[in-house]
């Protein structure tokens, strides 16, 4: 029987959650300059007020919105390859834990998200059999309410993901207000998303992490 100790949480993980806890922030702060942007172009324009130029109401929402969406696309990329990294190294621990556990390869880390049908379940798997590596010998059980609800954000992210860009190709001001509704639901989805990877994250170290003391053979 494999027997762990408690321990605290490393620093790939603590990175992990801080880049994704950056994302979150940013895509709040975006959000908001997309919702100051669609109100923006819904307000009707007074007799003496600009509508464009370099310091328009509409350029000023446009400014920020195009800012903070230029953001969230860096920290969600760093953010990506951090936990990618993250899972990698869950996997090596999983792999002294329980290596006949592990259904997939290694390998799969990257393929299963990139495989149009694939990306639907194949992370899913992975992550669910980290999961049950760090439970005790006799009692380990593949996913978690947490996961599950987890997985689900990340589906329905992935699934009403619209690009800030879409915005930028609108010919009118009524498709630019469609646009960012749009985006600001996508952008609300990727939050939660990101907010539940957190919790995985965390949850997941806290577990896989601590001390192997003995590893049978």
Same mark, same amino acid.
């Given at each position: 029987?494999?027997?762990?100790?408690?321990?605290?949480?490393?620093?790939?993980?603590?990175?992990?959650?801080?880049?994704?806890?950056?994302?979150?922030?940013?895509?709040?702060?975006?959000?908001?300059?997309?919702?100051?942007?669609? =109100?923006?172009?819904?307000?009707?324009?007074?007799?003496? =007020?600009?509508?464009?130029?370099?310091?328009?109401?509409?350029?000023?929402?446009?400014?920020?919105?195009?800012?903070?969406?230029?953001?969230?696309? +860096?920290?969600?990329? +760093?953010?990506?390859?951090?936990?990618?990294?993250?899972?990698?190294?869950?996997?090596?621990?999983?792999?002294?834990?329980? $290596?006949?556990? =592990?259904?997939?390869?290694?390998?799969?880390?990257?393929?299963?998200?990139?495989?149009? @049908?694939?990306?639907?379940?194949?992370?899913?798997?992975?992550?669910?059999?980290?999961?049950?590596?760090?439970?005790?010998?006799?009692?380990?059980?593949?996913?978690?309410?947490?996961?599950?609800?987890?997985?689900?954000?990340?589906?329905?992210?992935?699934?009403?993901?619209? +690009?800030?860009?879409?915005?930028?190709?609108?010919?009118?001001?009524?498709?630019?207000?469609?646009?960012? =509704?749009?985006?600001?639901?996508?952008?609300?989805?990727? @939050?939660?998303?990101?907010?539940?990877? @957190?919790?995985?994250?965390?949850?997941?170290?806290?577990?896989?992490?601590?001390?192997?003391?003995?590893? $049978?053979?």
């Amino acid at each position: 029987m494999v027997t762990k100790t408690a321990g605290p949480v490393g620093g790939l993980a603590r990175a992990t959650c801080g880049i994704l806890a950056a994302f979150v922030l940013v895509s709040v702060a975006a959000e908001v300059a997309a919702w100051h942007m669609y =109100q923006v172009e819904l307000a009707p324009l007074g007799p003496h =007020q600009p509508d464009d130029g370099e310091f328009g109401p509409r350029m000023i929402a446009n400014m920020w919105f195009g800012n903070l969406s230029g953001s969230c696309g +860096a920290a969600f990329l +760093a953010a990506v390859l951090l936990f990618i990294a993250w899972l990698a190294n869950m996997r090596s621990r999983a792999d002294v834990l329980w $290596p006949e556990g =592990q259904r997939r390869h290694s390998a799969w880390l990257i393929f299963g998200w990139l495989i149009p @049908i694939g990306r639907l379940f194949i992370p899913k798997m992975y992550v669910n059999d980290l999961w049950a590596a760090a439970q005790p010998d006799l009692r380990r059980r593949r996913g978690h309410p947490l996961l599950a609800v987890w997985w689900l954000s990340v589906l329905a992210a992935g699934h009403w993901a619209v +690009a800030p860009s879409a915005v930028e190709r609108a010919a009118t001001s009524q498709d630019v207000c469609r646009a960012l =509704q749009k985006v600001m639901l996508s952008d609300g989805l990727w @939050i939660v998303a990101a907010a539940l990877t @957190i919790g995985v994250v965390w949850r997941l170290s806290g577990m896989l992490e601590p001390t192997v003391r003995a590893v $049978p053979g």
